[in-house]
């Protein structure tokens, strides 16, 4: 099993996040933001990504820390999970669906930090949670899992569906990316020779 449990303390946040890349999709959370447990829950479930997720933060201010930081240990939790990355696919992409709105998310594991992000949510918040935090999410879990990440929203009106289309395509992006490749036998995925 390729797992792994990070603890991130700040002054901000405290937060543990555990992650198995072989499981089954079996999710807890404890964050204090709702809708983005709503929201990871899509990665485990559609990624078959078991995940273990606590968070203290200092969401009397707002839950700009919290949501980032979360995208940051989740980060971590990844890159210690997949290891070396022999015999991965290591490239993934996915569109999904949600009635009316669409997306695309395509993912290299590369060992390079990267996010092209091309979202515009059609109002500022869902909920009470800031869309613009998805943006930072990803940058957090981009540059401390140093993966490359495109996301792209290409169709919605409900800006909860956009949302919800980017963390189901990231899920079975994920999911893709990180499989055996049975071809590859214990080869990198790389002419270089390492990620």
Known sequence: MRTATITRNTLETQITA???LDG???????TGVPFLEHMLDQIARHGLIDLDITANGDL????????????????QAFRHAVGDKKGI?????????LDEALSRVVIDLSGRPGLVFNCEFTRSHVGKLE???FHEFFQGFVNHALVTLHIDNLAGKNAHHQVETIF???GRA?????EPDPRMGGMMPSTKGTL
């Open 24 to 30: 089954t999709g079996q999710a807890k959370f404890a």
């Open 60 to 75: 009397h201010i707002d839950d700009h820390h919290t949501v980032e930081d979360l995208g940051i240990t989740l980060g």
């Open 18 to 20: 555990s992650v198995n």
């Open 131 to 133: 869309v613009d935090l």
């Open 168 to 170: 189901k395509a990231f």
């Open 89 to 97: 696919r290591r490239y993934g992409h996915a569109y999904v669906p």
């Open 174 to 178: 994920l999911r893709m990316a990180v």
